[in-house]
């Protein structure tokens, strides 16, 4: 087979997403590199070019190492008397690039220029004034700290991305910006301050005023007095939110930025993930629809040490009863009409990986017990064969019933909830954790410009009002729904309350007592909303099941099952 060209190579829609968010990257400084399997440059940004100070023709169809002066396996810049200035200053990020069945099929780096203030860090001291006025424009984080680690100087990024005043941080210890008191970042900046020796760290979590964890990259050196003595030490920090959003939209990997909070409910679930995400143990995941327990398999799964092997995703309730069996263990060669050669389930499918069971409390008793011996001895036949199949996959199950209740009425077997039961995750409702509000609309907020490629610079107060004054009978996928609508509508830089849907308020008002229960106009619920859509669907396509469900983007047998229960004629 003749070796693909270039052209061939930015044609494969594992590149597609990268591709798109270009420009993006563009309008922030961030320069994008894309390279094939052998480390050649198949496509550099703008910005990269101009960061580079190359010319397309000195990088398509060159090995990164060469042309860069570094490459997917080498992440740091080579040193060189000879390598060029300001791409010495470049500290890329490397990303695989996977197509859809998770094989690799690329390389991406995003990187930014620091040459802008390198030769300003070499001649900082702690008394220059001047200098550290010009570190106060930059859109870099900047601090410096005496050899104690105290904070002596915060910048203006530095208030912007940690969300403190700089008269609430001079002072106070640099441990308190991390996530964590025993953290590697603390121990870099004490050894650059011991040794005078500048440092990087790859991937810090640092812990903003209002609780939220953000990525962080940062630099280390010694900062120095006229004579040449240490005297302390000069951090610079860069915000990586903007790079992980981008990996869980293109490669729908998502990691603990991904979640947020600071009620007791979700710092537990902090706590405990990481310990969790590290054993093989089962997992069950509880808790109402639309608070995040699809997100919170994803993220234990990238934590674990199958994080590079599959995750797959079977919905108990999407399939028939007489689907699901064939479509998780399998089947044979002629095992029943059509089944003209052998299938894999996705048990196979997550062979190594991780198998997330949505909705297992939805699943038939007859099937829970074949489950259960899975669980039990790691194998099982496939429908009609007669050859045992061994597997090594970790089960992740999520439920919004209540399976203790199940299992008393003979809805639910009693071993299979107790072999689930190993460990128990249960997520909130969004009423329980109001204090979240705040850091789940800027976070959420952030994650919806980004992939929009829009920009909102704040909400005003009375829209923020009817925000936070909600009660959210639909949890966080209701709040989603509730920006978005928000970010569609507005025009400019500021969400307004005419921006949000007309509900919320009226929701509001009816909760504060001033509007009657049995005002018609009161904010529709949850099923409310779901039996319209459905509702809506079927009449536009006629009563054709297969149309509406596929503009649902759900299956055909879901809107079947959700139709029956909401009591809507399938026509």
Same mark, same amino acid.
């Given at each position: 087979?003749?070796?693909?060209?270039?052209?061939?190579?930015?044609?494969?829609?594992?590149?597609?997403?990268?591709?798109?968010?270009?420009?993006? +990257?563009?309008?922030?400084?961030?320069?994008?590199?894309?390279?094939?399997?052998?480390?050649?440059?198949?496509?550099?940004?703008?910005?990269?070019?101009?960061?580079?100070?190359?010319?397309?023709?000195?990088?398509?169809?060159?090995?990164?190492?060469?042309?860069?002066?570094?490459?997917?396996?080498?992440?740091?810049?080579?040193?060189?008397?000879?390598?060029?200035?300001?791409?010495?200053?470049?500290?890329?990020?490397?990303?695989?690039?996977?197509?859809?069945?998770?094989?690799?099929?690329?390389?991406?780096?995003?990187?930014?220029?620091?040459?802008?203030?390198?030769?300003?860090?070499?001649?900082?001291?702690?008394?220059?004034?001047?200098?550290?006025?010009?570190?106060?424009?930059?859109?870099?984080?900047?601090?410096?700290?005496?050899?104690?680690?105290?904070?002596?100087?915060?910048?203006?990024?530095?208030?912007?991305?940690?969300?403190?005043?700089?008269?609430?941080?001079?002072?106070?210890?640099?441990?308190?910006?991390?996530?964590?008191?025993?953290?590697?970042?603390?121990? @870099?900046?004490?050894?650059?301050?011991?040794?005078?020796?500048?440092?990087?760290?790859?991937?810090?979590?640092?812990?903003?005023?209002?609780?939220?964890?953000?990525?962080?990259?940062?630099?280390?050196?010694?900062?120095?007095?006229?004579?040449?003595?240490?005297?302390?030490?000069?951090?610079?920090?860069?915000?990586?939110?903007?790079?992980?959003?981008?990996?869980?939209?293109?490669?729908?990997?998502?990691?603990?930025?991904?979640?947020?909070?600071?009620?007791?409910?979700?710092?537990? +679930?902090?706590?405990?993930?990481?310990?969790?995400?590290?054993?093989?143990?089962?997992?069950?995941?509880?808790?109402?629809?639309?608070?995040?327990?699809? /997100?919170?398999?994803?993220?234990?799964?990238?934590?674990?040490?199958?994080?590079?092997?599959?995750?797959?995703?079977?919905?108990?309730?999407?399939?028939?009863?007489?689907?699901?069996?064939?479509?998780?263990?399998?089947?044979?060669?002629?095992?029943? $009409?059509?089944?003209?050669?052998?299938?894999?389930?996705?048990?196979?499918?997550?062979?190594?990986?991780?198998?997330?069971?949505?909705?297992?409390?939805?699943?038939?008793?007859?099937?829970?017990?074949?489950?259960?011996?899975?669980?039990?001895?790691?194998?099982?036949?496939?429908?009609?064969?007669?050859?045992?199949?061994?597997?090594?996959?970790?089960?992740?199950?999520?439920?919004?019933?209540?399976?203790?209740?199940?299992?008393?009425?003979?809805?639910?077997?009693?071993? @299979?909830?107790?072999?689930?039961?190993?460990?128990?995750?249960? /997520?909130?409702?969004?009423?329980?954790?109001?204090?979240?509000?705040?850091?789940?609309?800027?976070?959420?907020?952030?994650?919806?410009?980004?992939?929009?490629?829009?920009?909102?610079?704040?909400?005003?107060?009375?829209?923020?009002?009817?925000?936070?004054?909600?009660?959210?009978?639909?949890?966080?996928?209701?709040?989603?729904?509730?920006?978005?609508?928000?970010?569609?509508?507005?025009?400019?830089?500021?969400?307004?309350?005419?921006?949000?849907?007309?509900?919320?308020?009226?929701?509001?008002?009816?909760?504060?007592?001033?509007?009657?229960?049995?005002?018609?106009?009161?904010?529709?619920?949850?099923?409310?909303?779901?039996?319209?859509?459905? $509702?809506?669907?079927?009449?536009?396509?006629?009563?054709?099941?297969?149309?509406?469900?596929?503009?649902?983007?759900?299956?055909?047998?879901? /809107?079947?099952?959700?139709?029956?229960?909401?009591?809507?004629?399938?026509?």
């Amino acid at each position: 087979m003749s070796q693909k060209s270039a052209g061939d190579l930015l044609a494969d829609k594992a590149f597609t997403p990268w591709l798109e968010m270009a420009q993006a +990257l563009d309008s922030i400084g961030a320069g994008l590199v894309l390279a094939d399997l052998k480390g050649k440059i198949i496509f550099a940004s703008k910005t990269a070019l101009w960061l580079t100070d190359k010319t397309e023709e000195e990088l398509i169809g060159k090995p990164c190492s060469q042309a860069l002066g570094f490459g997917p396996d080498s992440p740091c810049p080579s040193p060189g008397a000879d390598q060029d200035a300001k791409t010495a200053d470049i500290n890329p990020v490397w990303r695989a690039v996977r197509d859809e069945h998770g094989k690799t099929a690329g390389h991406a780096a995003l990187f930014q220029d620091h040459s802008a203030f390198r030769d300003l860090l070499s001649r900082v001291r702690h008394e220059d004034r001047r200098l550290k006025t010009i570190l106060d424009t930059l859109e870099t984080g900047v601090l410096t700290v005496d050899r104690g680690g105290h904070i002596s100087f915060f910048n203006a990024t530095a208030e912007t991305l940690t969300g403190y005043a700089r008269s609430e941080i001079l002072g106070k210890h640099f441990s308190m910006l991390f996530a964590h008191k025993v953290n590697p970042d603390v121990y @870099l900046l004490q050894k650059t301050i011991a040794d005078a020796k500048p440092r990087v760290s790859r991937e810090g979590i640092l812990k903003t005023s209002k609780g939220e964890r953000i990525p962080v990259r940062a630099r280390y050196m010694a900062l120095k007095n006229e004579q040449g003595r240490v005297i302390g030490g000069l951090v610079t920090f860069s915000d990586l939110s903007l790079m992980y959003q981008l990996e869980g939209v293109i490669r729908d990997k998502y990691t603990f930025f991904d979640m947020v909070g600071q009620s007791p409910a979700i710092t537990r +679930l902090f706590e405990i993930i990481p310990v969790v995400a590290a054993s093989d143990a089962t997992i069950l995941i509880e808790g109402p629809t639309g608070t995040g327990k699809d /997100l919170l398999a994803k993220v234990i799964h990238n934590a674990s040490p199958r994080a590079k092997k599959p995750l797959i995703k079977v919905n108990c309730a999407a399939l028939p009863d007489t689907l699901l069996e064939s479509e998780m263990f399998g089947y044979s060669k002629g095992a029943f $009409t059509g089944a003209d050669k052998d299938k894999p389930g996705r048990f196979q499918d997550a062979d190594n990986g991780t198998l997330f069971l949505d909705e297992i409390g939805d699943m038939p008793l007859a099937l829970q017990a074949k489950l259960l011996r899975v669980i039990e001895d790691k194998e099982f036949y496939p429908l009609g064969g007669r050859k045992v199949v061994r597997v090594n996959t970790r089960i992740i199950a999520a439920t919004n019933r209540d399976l203790m209740s199940a299992v008393a009425q003979k809805a639910f077997r009693q071993d @299979l909830f107790y072999r689930l039961n190993v460990v128990r995750l249960e /997520l909130p409702a969004l009423t329980q954790r109001k204090v979240d509000l705040h850091l789940l609309v800027a976070h959420i907020l952030r994650r919806l410009c980004a992939t929009r490629e829009t920009s909102v610079e704040k909400i005003s107060e009375p829209a923020m009002k009817l925000i936070l004054e909600h009660d959210y009978p639909g949890n966080v996928r209701e709040l989603e729904n509730i920006l978005e609508h928000a970010l569609i509508l507005c025009p400019g830089a500021i969400i307004e309350k005419e921006h949000l849907p007309d509900f919320l308020e009226r929701a509001v008002r009816q909760k504060q007592g001033l509007e009657a229960d049995s005002d018609s106009s009161a904010a529709p619920t949850a099923l409310d909303l779901e039996r319209q859509a459905l $509702t809506r669907a079927l009449e536009k396509h006629r009563g054709n099941q297969s149309a509406a469900a596929k503009e649902l983007g759900i299956h055909r047998t879901t /809107l079947w099952r959700k139709a029956k229960k909401l009591g809507i004629g399938v026509f």
